[in-house]
């Protein structure tokens, strides 16, 4: 593996095979996010953070890595109706759970959900996250200083 972030790539070619109909996007900058979901709804992958085990002092490690998949809905309706986000959201959340829960990808371990962080509500539009986490290994092309 050369490349870093290449879960978040894997991640969206799988979810748009997956979820047709459904606008699958990796998010690049905070700004896109309202414009793409403008249209109506969005599943966006966001890279969230690494986390290395700070005791581990060999040259190898084991690099644990978390993503959400976000989905954002619009919450302005011609009905008005507060419950509208939910009820958009809610059946995109489960459908999302149960393909990303467990999804192994090559060089990955299999993707676990996490405790998401919470949604927010602005401007007309709703995100709700779901948070998942996966381990790889790294190695060292040499030993360090």
């Not at 990796?26 to 599943?43: F, N, P, S, V």
């Not at 996966?134 to 060292?140: G, L, V």
Request: hydrophobic share 40%; glycine share 8%; proline share 8%.
């Amino acid at each position: 593996m050369d490349d870093h972030l290449a879960l978040g790539g894997l991640l969206e070619d799988y979810l748009r095979e997956s979820l047709t109909g459904s606008p699958v996007q990796q998010l690049t900058a905070l700004g896109d996010i309202d414009k793409i979901a403008a249209r109506g709804h969005l599943i966006c992958i966001a890279y969230a953070g690494d986390a290395v085990d700070p005791t581990e002092q060999r040259w190898d490690a084991i690099i644990t890595q978390r993503w959400l998949t976000i989905v954002t809905v619009q919450t302005a309706g011609k009905a008005n109706d507060p419950s509208l986000p939910l009820q958009k959201a809610g059946p995109l959340l489960w459908r999302l759970g149960k393909l990303v829960q467990g999804k192994r990808f090559p060089g990955y371990k299999a993707l676990k959900r996490i405790t998401p962080p919470a949604p927010r509500f602005q401007a007309g539009f709703a995100h709700f996250p779901l948070a998942w986490e996966t381990a790889f290994p790294f190695t060292c092309a040499h030993e360090p200083l």
